[in-house]
């Protein structure tokens, strides 16, 4: 079965942090650990988190914990800002690869990357989420709810 899952970038920290999504994670420590270790990959390519830093995390703590209740990546939590989020965002320095409004689509997204993370960090493009597993959709539809 295939799921389509249309991600128009907005996310909302409020919610999550209220536990709508759960209880993050997380610690602060190593929460700021992640953000601090993303943000330094991603100036090394001339890209700045900014206010996205914020829906970043609301998507990474919802990652950690549904990754509890099923196998969404086997990326180890210390390696998730290199091997999962600057690798999807760093194509993002080629502005002639993703023009303003551009449409996307991330065939056999998994866990989201690297669409979820493009799509937070554009929210001015069009993602379209593709998965073939209904766990993973159902995982992609609670993030962008």
Not at 65 to 79: G, R
Not at 108 to 131: E, Q, S, V, W
Request: glycine share 10%; hydrophobic share 50%.
């Amino acid at each position: 079965m295939i799921l389509f899952l249309d991600f128009d970038g907005v996310l909302h920290p409020a919610r999550a942090v209220m536990g709508q999504h759960g209880p993050e994670l997380a610690g602060n420590g190593s929460l700021f650990m992640w953000v601090e270790q993303l943000t330094e990959l991603l100036a090394g390519h001339g890209i700045e988190l900014g206010a996205h830093a914020e829906e970043l995390k609301v998507y990474h703590n919802m990652l950690l914990q549904w990754n509890t209740k099923m196998d969404l990546t086997n990326v180890a939590p210390e390696e998730m800002a290199l091997r999962h989020y600057a690798d999807s965002l760093v194509p993002l320095k080629n502005a002639s690869w993703f023009a303003r409004g551009t449409s996307m689509i991330d065939v056999g997204t998994g866990a989201g990357f690297p669409g979820m993370a493009i799509g937070i960090m554009r929210p001015d493009m069009k993602i379209m989420l593709l998965d073939s597993l209904k766990k993973r959709c159902d995982f992609l539809s609670a993030v962008v709810d």
